[in-house]
């Protein structure tokens, strides 16, 4: 009997547990997963920002692309008449000397800045039929880096005729025009090329358009756009 109780297998030990540096080896590897994890979420969503806010910047050069060509295709020969009521303006005024603020050469322009070119053009659409002409004088002013298309309710402007305003493009250098003539096809910084006389309405000078326009646009984040639009005459 007692040779019996000692050739007995000993008693199986209860299960062993993990150990406090299996814990933390653990926890280590499942935050370094972790932290590998956010850092390629957070990249991701990064990227996605700054795809978005590519896409934004593209849609907006475009649409102000679109704006420009739209008010000089349809360029119209139409002069108007100062805001003091004196002389006459071109239909088309391009240059450092086109206008500046409080001046008759500008109605309504920016307090800011002079403006780049001021012009009149047809096609303006009037779906609620209110009693206005069709043709409209549009003004484009760079002021503080953003291009700024104004724009009068009435041809015939006033002192008091207040420009509505319209922000096209942001972040931008320097936005030139250049006018190229018809005959001789070459490109100028100033319309009209020949002096006016302020004699009238029905001078040609006033009336007198562009072969085309070039727009440069530098950008700072694209550097500079060139555009060419062909005026139809």
């Known amino acids: 009997m007692i040779h019996m109780s000692r050739m007995r297998a000993p008693a199986s030990r209860a299960p062993r547990g993990f150990t406090l540096i299996e814990l933390l080896v653990a926890l280590f590897i499942a935050a370094v997963m972790f932290a590998m994890g956010y850092g390629a979420i957070n990249q991701a969503l990064t990227t996605r920002g700054s795809i978005r806010r590519h896409q934004q910047n593209l849609v907006q ?40 603020s409080g001046t008759a050469d500008s109605p309504g322009a920016s307090d800011t800045s002079a403006p780049l070119v001021v012009l009149t053009r047809g096609g303006w659409s009037n779906p609620t039929g209110l009693q206005r002409s069709e043709l ?14 104004e724009h009068w309710n009435v041809l015939d402007a006033t002192l008091s005729s207040t420009p509505f305003k319209r922000n096209l493009l942001k972040r931008l250098r320097n936005v030139t025009f250049r006018y190229m003539v018809p005959v001789t096809r070459s490109w100028v910084d100033t319309w009209p090329t020949a002096g006016v006389s302020s004699a009238g309405i029905e001078d040609s000078a006033f009336r007198m358009r562009p072969e085309a326009v070039e727009v440069t646009l530098d950008t700072q984040q694209w550097g500079k756009i060139v555009r060419i639009f062909e005026i139809a005459n």
Do not use: K, W
């Open 136 to 149: 409209e004088r549009v003004a484009y002013v760079l002021d503080n880096g953003t291009l700024v298309r």
């Open 61 to 100: 050069l475009e649409t102000a692309m679109r704006v420009i060509e739209q008010d000089f295709v349809q360029l119209a020969p139409r002069p108007v008449r100062s805001p003091d009521g004196t002389t006459y303006l071109a239909c088309l005024q391009g240059g450092p000397t086109s206008g500046s």
